[in-house]
């Protein structure tokens, strides 16, 4: 019975890996359609959205059946119930990744970048990409110093959103009101992004350790 338990447990583990790198694929293809006005590759997100989240229900339901049946303490305990967190923080993690892809797809065949915040998005977009890829590597490998790396990158992510509401309300863009709102709303979705990966690695440390940090 023990090691059916294992390795129930590494099947979660390998699930939390396959969702956050559908995030991964998501995020990438995202920001790509954001920046690039490609509406053929925003319907693609925006039609993959329901994978994750099946993903995610599938991954709940077995978590959630295992600490019925096997009740488990110590780091057994600390893995199932992180899992469920996590599993949340990646689901959230793909919806937005799906509103960045709408809002290119709304304003297509305009960009939905207003001029002035082209290259502020274009490195929102790199970085919530190697956030979801260190994630990726973090749940599969447990590697503490992918917690700090990724909370660096979320350190970056914040002060660029910081400049995006900066431009915005100092009137340095060249946008109507449609601009103004689409740049302030994927700023957020970027930052929210980024947010949520900020919160697995908590989980990840809970789990390492015991402690949230």
């Known amino acids: 019975m023990r090691e059916v338990f294992q390795q129930e447990l590494r099947e979660v583990q390998d ?8 995030v991964e694929s998501t995020i990438q293809k995202a920001v790509t359609a954001f920046g690039s006005s490609d509406v053929a590759l925003a319907e693609q ?13 599938g991954l709940d339901e077995l978590t959630i059946d295992i600490l019925a049946r096997q ?17 949340s923080s990646l689901e959230r993690m793909s919806d937005l990744a799906e509103h960045i892809a709408q809002l290119a797809r709304y304003r297509y065949p305009e960009s939905a970048i207003p001029q ?19 994630l990726v590597a973090l749940l599969r490998e447990q590697d503490p110093q ?11 992510l914040d002060e660029l959103h910081v400049k995006v509401f900066e431009k915005v309300l100092s009137e340095k863009i060249n946008a109507d009101t449609t601009g ?8 957020r979705y970027h930052e929210r992004f980024g947010d ?3 919160h ?5 440390n809970y789990l390492l350790s015991g402690d949230v940090q």
Do not use: N, Y
């Not at 699930?15 to 559908?22: D, N, P, W």
């Not at 997100?45 to 229900?57: M, N, P, R, W, Y």
């Open 180 to 187: 103004v709102v689409d740049a302030t709303l994927a700023s």
């Open 196 to 198: 949520h990966a900020v």
């Open 15 to 22: 699930r939390l890996v396959q969702i956050a790198e559908r």
């Open 116 to 134: 002035g915040l082209r290259k502020t998005f274009s490195k929102m977009g790199d970085i919530d990409i190697k956030m979801a890829s260190k």
């Open 45 to 57: 997100v925006i039609d993959g959205s329901a994978e994750v989240d099946e993903l995610a229900s």
């Open 71 to 87: 009740q488990p303490v110590a780091s057994d305990l600390r893995l199932t119930v992180s899992a469920l967190r996590i599993s």
């Open 146 to 156: 992918l917690i700090e790396e990724i909370r660096d990158l979320d350190d970056a």
């Open 200 to 204: 697995i690695t908590k989980q990840i």
